[in-house]
Every structure is written in structure tokens, then in C-alpha cells.
């Protein structure tokens, strides 16, 4: 677990980037810190690996006051990813993994890189490259590779995913939940955007101007439970619709689905699917409905957008 207590961080000019923060961030999870341009996340990230020292409190891993560490022990535990992925332009892919000081002895090395870019969706075929013959996703793929070589158990990523186009982005983040949910590290990722922020977080820190915590949760707590206005609008207007994710579709009432009716242009939804899914799919489909399939996709029933709303009433 890494523990804030109490950490603030004055800079020199006088400005309080960080001030009074308290926060758990659970081993194996991700943490999120969320929050406006300026109000502190980068520098609450980087205090973390002593890349910022903190002018009050304490910053801890496993109980471990970090600034008991050297620092460069420390950080060989700590992978480190940042926007735009980092990258040396004049290295090859191969060799940008390679710059991780832990890797030993030539031939594992190069086999457990060229393991870890594959794993990062990059197929042996690139790692002779050089970043600019990347597309900017790919390029991420790539810090995210060089930041797990030497396998930390903790990483810290800042604005990792938001150099790239959403389409790109949604891709690198799914893939990204699917390795993290086989490698259990200790994640704190900075982002500005609270849809990310949901998507990947298990627990979300929301700071506000000043470098304070607004609201610690998870997506679920600060989607139903905003603690204040601010968080409410930082959240943002159409909470109400993302705050359906969290919402079972397993309770909806469905109509018999007509026999010898094709499945064709249908929108199907399964069990386990949260109303945000299915709302989605009545919502694009011309006659209003979805139909929900069983685990071997035949046709349980049919439900249309109005049943969806009328669950939602009778649930508030
Ligand atoms: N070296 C520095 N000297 C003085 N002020 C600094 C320094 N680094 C950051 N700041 C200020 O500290 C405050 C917090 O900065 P920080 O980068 O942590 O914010 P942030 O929430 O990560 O912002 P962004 O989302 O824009 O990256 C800002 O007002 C910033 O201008």
C-alpha cells in the first residue's frame, strides 16, 4: 500500500501545489487522481518516487517512508510511464526496453522484452523500429512495456493514454485493465478526464484547485455519491447515464422474442451486462429494442427503451 499522510509540497516561488493530502492507495489496485489543470496530481505522482520531496508529511510504500530509500533503489521498484510515452527517438523499440537497468544477462533480456511488447500487443516485428516509425498508440505500447521490464510492483502513469485519438485510447485502455488484471501492480494514474478515470479506476482521488482531495471512492460512490458541487460538476452533467454501468440489466422484464424471427441488425445484451449496455443498444437501434441472448447467443427476450426507464423508476 502507498500511504500519503499529511504531505504537502510548497515550491520554492511559493505556490502550494499539494496541501494537506491524505490517501491509501491499496496494493494491486488503481488508483486515479482526477482533477483540473493545476491542482496538484503530477506533483502528488512524482513524490511518490522522489522525482518531487515533499515539504511536509510523509509519503510511504508498505510503510516504508520513501525518503528513507535511495533514490534510485527506489525507483528501479517503481515503473514510470508519462504522456506521449517518453521514448528515446534514437533507440530502437527493442533497445528502449532495454534501457531498464534491472534486465540481466544478454539473451533473457532480449527474450523477456521481446515477450513484454508482445504482451503490450506489439508483435516481434517492431522492435527493430525506431519511435518515430510509430504511431503515437504504439509508442505508448512501448512505455508501457519499457515501464513493466523490470516488473515493479508499483507503477505510476501519467496522462499515459491521452496523446492518442479515443478510438486508440478505449483500445489501449481495455488492453491495458486485461494486464493489469494478470499482473496485480500497484497503480496511480494521472489523468484530467473523468471518463478515464472510471474506466480504469478501481478507486478514484478527485483534487480540486489548491492541491486538496475533494472526494476519495470508488467510480460507483462518486457517480451516486458526490461528496459536493464541486465534485457534482466535475463529474459532470450525464452522471446519471454513466452511473448506469454500475446498474445490473439482470432484473429487466422481457418481452417473448417472435418465434422464427431473425437475429439480423439486432442489438443483443447478455446477463452480467449493466443497463448502460443495453440502454446504448436501444437507443441506436431503429425499433427501440435489444434483445438479450443466452450464453450460447439464442434469443431469451426482447426488452424496449421505456422498460428500461421504468426499471430505473421503480429502483429510485
Ligand atoms: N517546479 C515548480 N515550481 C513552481 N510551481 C510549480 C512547479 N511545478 C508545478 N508547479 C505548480 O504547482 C501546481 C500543481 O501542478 P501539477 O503539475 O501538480 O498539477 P496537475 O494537477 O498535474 O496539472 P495538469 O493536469 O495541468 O498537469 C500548479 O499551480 C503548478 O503551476
Redesign the pocket.
Known amino acids: 500500500m502507498i500511504t500519503f499522510e499529511a504531505v504537502r509540497k510548497q ?3 511559493g ?1 502550494v ?2 496541501d494537506g493530502l491524505d490517501l491509501e492507495l491499496p496494493t494491486g489496485r488503481i488508483t486515479v487522481f482526477v ?10 505522482l512524482r513524490m511518490i518516487n522522489r522525482m518531487i520531496e515533499p515539504t511536509g508529511g510523509t509519503v510511504a510504500i508498505d510503510g516504508k517512508d520513501v525518503r528513507a530509500q535511495d533514490p534510485a533503489t527506489l525507483r528501479r521498484g517503481i515503473g514510470y510511464v508519462i504522456q506521449h510515452a517518453g521514448l528515446f527517438p534514437h533507440k530502437t523499440v527493442l533497445d528502449n526496453v532495454l534501457t531498464v537497468p534491472k534486465l540481466v544477462g544478454r539473451g533473457r533480456e532480449r527474450n523477456r522484452a521481446l515477450e513484454l511488447l508482445e504482451r503490450v500487443g506489439l508483435p516481434a516485428a517492431f522492435a527493430d523500429r525506431y519511435p518515430a516509425q510509430l504511431s503515437g498508440g504504439q509508442q505508448q505500447r512501448v512505455g508501457v512495456a519499457r515501464a513493466l521490464a523490470a516488473d515493479p510492483p508499483v507503477m505510476l502513469m501519467d ?1 499515459p493514454f491521452s496523446a492518442v485519438d479515443p478510438i486508440v485510447r478505449a483500445q489501449l485502455q481495455e488492453e491495458f485493465l486485461r494486464l493489469q488484471a494478470e499482473l496485480g501492480k500497484t497503480i496511480a494514474i ?1 489523468t ?1 478526464d473523468i471518463d478515464e478515470a472510471v474506466v480504469l479506476g478501481d478507486r478514484i482521488a478527485v ?1 480540486r484547485q489548491g ?1 486538496h482531495l475533494a472526494q476519495v471512492g470508488t467510480p460507483e460512490e462518486l457517480l451516486t455519491k458526490p461528496a459536493d458541487e464541486f465534485v457534482r460538476n466535475f463529474v459532470g452533467r450525464d452522471r446519471g447515464y454513466r452511473g448506469l454501468s454500475f446498474q445490473r440489466s439482470d432484473d429487466l422484464l422481457l418481452h417473448p422474442f417472435p418465434a422464427g424471427r431473425s437475429l439480423d441488425g439486432e442489438g443483443t445484451f447478455r446477463d452480467g451486462d449493466s443497463l448502460r449496455v443495453v440502454v446504448d443498444l436501444t437507443l441506436t437501434s431503429p425499433t427501440g429494442t435489444a434483445v438479450k441472448v443466452d450464453a450460447d447467443g439464442r434469443p431469451l427476450g426482447f426488452v424496449h427503451h421505456r422498460d428500461v426507464v421504468d426499471l430505473l423508476e421503480q429502483r429510485r
Open positions: 515550491f520554492p516561488d505556490t501545489a499539494v482533477g483540473p489543470s493545476g491542482c496538484g496530481k503530477t506533483t502528488s496522462e494521472v484530467h483534487f492541491g
